[in-house]
């Protein structure tokens, strides 16, 4: 029991109300009136009367703080779903990190290709800039005699230009002293190859990398001149070497890697090997 209760006050009692109870409880609990059995009682009276007498040990008991100490012990279920949380939690971190990885050892794959096409691109631009400037340049020409021509299936069928060759385009091809080229089919129709004044052939060839690029014929008193075809010069290949000089260059211009740097840096090396191929 606490000094309120055993003289029967309450908290909020004056100084008053506290000396009166305790008097009263003291001389009902006296031993001059009561039995000797109450003897412990006097002295609880006299130890609660010395607490809330006494101002200060009035107020530290009033402002004292009751630590209460509880043992919880925690659900299982609960355990378990944290450590499953925090396991899983784990797993996806080291995952995470794993595809990091991977993607960081194929990202500095990706450099090294994309460090080895540059390389490759810088010839190929410099070859694009050379064909644009050899086919402007003043043509070199040559006067030959045409030795040998023939017909030769090319290809699937173009059914667009010629929808009767069923098995490919039919390409005429002569053969002079220096060069074999690719002719319009009238120029090697017509042309005399067993005279024994044999008609000049007129070719107009490239100063750098010496590509023919037109031949002329005067038959029959007229003078007849036409590209020659399946050269880097001739259709469809006449905007070729510029489309090859401008991707060659995005890629020479732009060093440093990107995943659309990395895209474009083949587009040189294809349109170049597709070039060949349809022209030889």
């Not at 005399?192 to 490239?206: A, G, H």
Request: net charge positive; with cysteine; glycine share 4%.
């Amino acid at each position: 029991m606490n000094p309120y209760e055993i003289l029967g006050v309450p908290p909020h009692a004056t100084n008053a109300e506290i000396k009166s109870a305790y008097r009263k409880l003291v001389k009902q609990f006296h031993p001059d009136v009561s039995n000797s059995q109450h003897e412990g009682m006097i002295k609880e009276l006299n130890e609660a009367y010395d607490i809330l007498s006494d101002p200060v040990r009035k107020a530290e008991y009033d402002n004292r703080t009751i630590v209460f100490t509880y043992e919880y012990e925690e659900d299982p279920r609960e355990v378990y779903r944290r450590e499953y949380i925090a396991k899983k939690k784990g797993k996806d971190r080291k995952k995470k990190e794993e595809e990091n990885r991977k993607l960081a050892k194929f990202e500095a794959g990706m450099k090294i290709v994309y460090r080895a096409m540059w390389f490759i691109t810088v010839p190929i631009s410099v070859f694009a800039l050379l064909l644009i400037i050899d086919r402007y340049l003043p043509q070199d020409e040559y006067n030959e005699a045409a030795e040998l021509g023939w017909q030769k299936r090319m290809g699937k069928s173009s059914h667009y230009r010629r929808p009767s060759l069923s098995r490919g385009e039919l390409v005429s091809y002569m053969k002079t002293e220096h060069f074999i080229i690719a002719v319009p089919d009238d120029i090697h129709v017509e042309y005399d190859y067993y005279s024994p004044s044999k008609e000049i052939l007129q070719i107009s060839v490239s100063p750098i990398f010496k590509i023919p690029s037109t031949v002329s014929l005067r038959h029959k008193g007229n003078y007849v001149t036409a590209d020659i075809e399946r050269t880097i010069f001739s259709y469809p290949f006449k905007i070729a070497h510029y489309l090859l000089l401008l991707s060659s260059l995005f890629i020479v211009l732009r060093k440093n890697y990107s995943e659309l740097n990395f895209f474009v840096c083949f587009v040189p090396s294809l349109l170049l090997g597709y070039i060949l191929f349809l022209i030889s």
